[in-house]
């Protein structure tokens, strides 16, 4: 072990060496999933300059002073997404002080109580000890989702970098998350049916603003963000029920909203409607339990049933300490019948495209950031972990504070123990 | 209620404190009755009724790759099955007349999986407002209620940890409370009553919880406790309450036996103390009757509760949830206490904040070192070899060489000594109950499922007959 150790930390020495004097890099030797229609090519090296992906193919030559990382066969794929998460928005999920995910003004909750407005990117914090320990798991990018218990409406997100900038937004992200079903009854006076009634009224305050009178649920700021996306922007329902699915994507389509399901237990039961109208769908694989009657359809093959329909996915299990286990959704999902490139396309390249970065990241291929992640066997396996990860080309140190715990203990008990 | 019913409903529950039970009058038999053949014993209140089925023709599973939950792994193994017993494990195995054979080639075989921290039942699917039934979070000891009264065997989470390979698993009252009562060990069959899950003889536990839970819950409403040495000091003055009624059942004891050796011919017989539940139970963890299982996740709060059982001599039989156990292997080990652990949760409380994915390989690390690998999930429960196989790559990572056999412990043997069932089931040695699972491969992947599930010898999940799969009521 002892030996590993000092390999992996030269070699990780190395790379940060390398990347100070120049950042651009050649994998040698990899099995490239690269997560496009390419699918995965063996033996394949990956050039990466400037932060991009400038070549990928065999035999490439190494230009001057590149660095030199030799894959041996190792797979490597695109960074893999975290799914939706409050990574950077909290530290302590019960502890309020370290949360700034969710919106809870002291109004009456029938009062001014929809703030689409409320937007949560300007409270990421790069520096969070959540952002190392997804991103030495492979993880190189979320999406910031806004939670909801009181409001209809939680208030917009957007995808962020894991790499620990502090500018980390990436461009063309921007959604708006709304709670459907059982998980806006709070904010809709207890009925599902009133969260159309109260979907309506806000439509008309924005389309009529002079309606927008006494009672009205929107300020200004919320007519004016609501505003963007019913002209095509991209709303993100949580929705688990099929009956409600399906009204939820008639009513956002009426309305010129692009919708995205999260959630979807019953997706599979409408997976035609849902391929017919390209709405994506952000599931849960592992979410096969009655957890509640929203839910009662909920099975282990939604993933692979919503495939084969054509639906468009992509993975999230909603939980930003455990966003690294993105990743065993997806390989679960191949356990349940989902094909293989299909569940990492559910972690990469799908929802990139889903959520509008589609054209920066997501793939191995020519022109996209270097996004990348090195495995230690079958990317989707429990038994792997990544050897190392770069974000737009710059390796990532592969520690966390959970890896230094691990270390100062470890030390201790061998030391102390006997055996 | 007659009279020797009510005996034995006294029995029955005291068989929690020795003492107790020790002075309760006889029940039935006189010399009289004595003479003539035994009565059929009548059935303890709240006893398993637990029947395995007919195990039917002995099966004799062939050429696979056994993991022995022993730390053993036999290659191109076989599996004799006989009435509902393992009869023989070995190579090579001759079929006895009429036994079924399964060529099990290129398949791995393991115990049956042991949960040891569940809620299914007591916090059932779907999660709704009815079926709140974990925490009776009233008082912050409630040390007399027990979990099995409040599970609903049709929690379609049964059949779905079932599909996993869980064969045996704990059901604990939640953490609200610093004692929330007793546990029950069942078998994971399909039945209408618990009763008829009840693993038969295996003890109950007591769900004892540390930190931030209880004084969450109880501080929030202005009562003891709010601090951590509140939890302390509820704990420590529910087990002094116990010592003393654990006294006061000996002083009567002994009175009784002065009564029953007729010293004085008019004597009337002593009235003994009024039962106290939940001082039943703390004595019965005294005594060992009941196993402690202690929810806590700081290192130092592990060592408070150490202290705390010594003083009031009772032992802990595992450490649950415990994200900080790896900061305290080398005493857990020294100590005899097992870490029932998570593979990698962390961060959704302060106390979770140094959960590492290295916790359940440094815990396994020293030579007494007892891990398990927990779920306290319906969807962890559902893949416990998922989540020990997390667990044993991040040992092996920080150099720890843990090969499955090794792993496969902390999910079936281990377990099954934390919860005192370890001479019946978790383990494939011949004379033990037949709790097997045939996987499709290495359960130590994210690809593996469990083909075939036997439970006491009878085939409870076969996942090629979905039709012959047990449903809950709730999931027609």
């Not at chain 1, 699915?245 to 959630?263: E, L, N, S, T």
């Not at chain 1, 709405?279 to 979410?287: A, K, S």
């Not at chain 1, 020519?366 to 390796?395: F, N």
Request: charged letters at 20%.
């Amino acid at each position: 072990m002892k030996v590993r150790c000092l390999v992996a930390a030269f070699a990780a020495a190395n790379l940060a060496a390398g990347a100070a004097c120049a950042q651009d890099l050649l994998i040698r030797g990899a099995r490239v999933h690269t997560a496009s229609a390419a699918g995965t090519l063996e033996n394949t090296d990956v050039l990466i300059q400037g932060g991009r992906i400038t070549d990928v193919g065999a035999g490439l030559a190494a230009p001057a002073g590149v660095t030199i990382v030799e894959a041996k066969g190792r797979a490597l794929t695109p960074g893999l997404f975290g799914g939706l998460t409050q990574i950077g928005l909290k530290e302590i999920s019960l502890e309020p002080s370290t949360v700034d995910a969710e919106l809870e003004l002291l109004a009456p909750a029938w009062q001014h109580h929809w703030r689409p407005e409320f937007d949560v990117t300007p409270a990421f914090n790069p520096r969070s000890s959540l952002v190392p320990v997804a991103r030495i798991e492979g993880m190189t990018w979320t999406m910031l989702a806004p939670l909801s218990d009181r409001s209809l409406v939680a208030g917009q997100g957007a995808a962020v970098t894991l790499d620990g900038r502090f500018d980390a937004v990436l461009g063309g992200s921007r959604s708006l998350f709304v709670n459907w079903g059982s998980a806006g009854d709070e904010g809709s006076g207890g009925s599902r049916a009133a969260q159309f009634m109260l979907f309506d009224q806000a439509i008309r305050e924005v389309r009529q603003p002079e309606t927008a009178g006494e009672g009205a649920l929107l300020l200004p700021e919320g007519r004016a963000a609501l505003k963007t996306y019913l002209a095509g922007g991209r709303v993100v329902f949580r929705a688990e029920r099929a009956s409600d699915i399906r009204q939820v994507v008639h009513y956002a389509k009426r309305h010129g909203i692009k919708p995205v399901i999260a959630g979807g237990s019953e997706a599979w039961l409408i997976a035609e409607q849902l391929a017919a109208a390209d709405v994506p769908v952000l599931l849960d694989v592992l979410d096969n339990l009655p957890g509640d009657f929203d839910r009662l359809g909920a099975r282990l093959d939604n993933a692979a049933l919503l495939h084969v329909a054509g639906v468009r996915i992509a993975f999230s299990n909603d939980d930003s300490h455990q966003a690294r286990k993105n990743r065993q959704l997806a390989g679960n999902a191949v356990a349940h019948g989902l094909p293989w490139n299909a569940a990492l396309a559910a972690i990469t390249s799908g929802p990139a495209e889903i959520f509008g970065i589609g054209n920066d990241r997501g793939r191995i291929e020519k022109g996209k950031a270097a996004d990348l992640v090195l495995w230690s066997g079958d990317p989707l396996e429990v038994t792997t972990v990544a050897d190392q990860v770069w974000i737009a080309g710059q390796p990532v140190d592969m520690r966390s504070r959970q890896t230094e715990l691990r270390d100062r203990y470890l030390e201790r008990l061998r030391s102390n123990s006997v055996r | 209620m007659t009279r020797s019913g009510w005996k034995l409903c006294l029995s029955a529950v005291c068989a929690a404190t020795a003492t107790a039970c020790a002075i309760q009058p006889e029940a039935v038999p006189g010399p009289a009755a004595a003479a003539s053949p035994a009565p059929e014993p009548a059935r303890l209140p709240y006893s398993s009724t637990y029947q395995a089925g007919a195990s039917g023709a002995p099966i004799l599973i062939r050429n696979a790759t056994i993991l022995t939950g022993t730390g053993t792994r036999l290659d191109g193994g076989d599996l004799l099955i006989e009435n509902g017993r393992i009869a023989a494990i070995g190579s090579k195995l001759t079929a006895p007349d009429g036994a079924a054979v399964i060529d099990a080639n290129g398949r791995w075989v393991t115990p049956g999986l042991i949960d040891v921290h569940s809620h299914l039942g007591v916090y059932p699917s779907p999660s709704i407002n009815a079926h709140s039934d974990g925490n009776e979070a009233t008082d912050p000891v409630t040390a007399g209620v027990w979990a099995e009264h409040s599970l609903w065997p049709q929690d379609p989470g049964f059949e779905a940890a079932l599909r996993g390979g869980v064969t045996t698993m704990q059901i604990l009252p939640g953490s609200a409370n610093l004692i929330g009562g007793r546990g029950v060990t069942v078998k994971n069959v399909w039945a209408p009553t618990y009763q008829a899950m009840k693993f038969p003889g295996a003890k109950q536990g007591l769900k004892m919880a540390c930190g931030e839970n209880p004084k969450r819950v109880y501080g929030g409403r202005q009562k003891a406790p709010s601090t951590r040495m509140g939890n302390v000091a509820g704990y420590r003055q529910a087990f002094a309450d116990a010592q003393d009624y654990q006294e006061q059942w000996k002083e009567h004891e002994a009175k009784q036996a002065v009564f029953e050796a007729k010293i004085k011919p008019d004597a009337t017989p002593p009235k003994p103390p009024k039962r106290d539940l939940r001082l039943e139970t703390l004595a019965a963890a005294m005594q060992g009757e009941v196993l402690v299982h202690n929810h806590c996740y700081r290192a130092d709060e592990m060592a408070t509760m150490l202290d705390l059982a010594a003083e009031f001599g009772f032992r802990i039989s595992a450490f649950h949830h415990g994200t900080e156990a790896y900061k305290l292997a080398d005493r857990l080990a020294a100590d005899g206490v097992c870490g029932a652990l998570w593979a990698d949760w962390w961060g959704f409380k302060l106390e979770a904040y140094d959960g590492i994915q290295e916790n359940i390989a440094l815990v396994d690390y020293p030579d007494d070192g007892c891990a398990i690998v927990h779920s306290d999930s319906d969807e962890g429960i559902q893949r416990l070899n998922q989540e020990a196989a997390k667990a044993m790559t991040r040992g092996s990572r920080a150099g720890l060489d843990i090969p499955p056999e090794r792993a496969i412990r902390w999910v079936t043997s281990n377990a099954a000594r934390s919860l005192g069932i370890e001479a019946q089931t978790g383990s494939l040695e011949a004379g033990k109950m037949a709790d097997v699972v045939i996987w499709n491969g290495n359960p130590f992947s994210v690809y593996a499922l469990a083909d075939q599930v036997y439970v006491d010898g009878v085939l409870r999940f076969d996942r090629a007959h979905p039709s012959d799969q047990p449903l809950s009521d709730f999931s027609l």
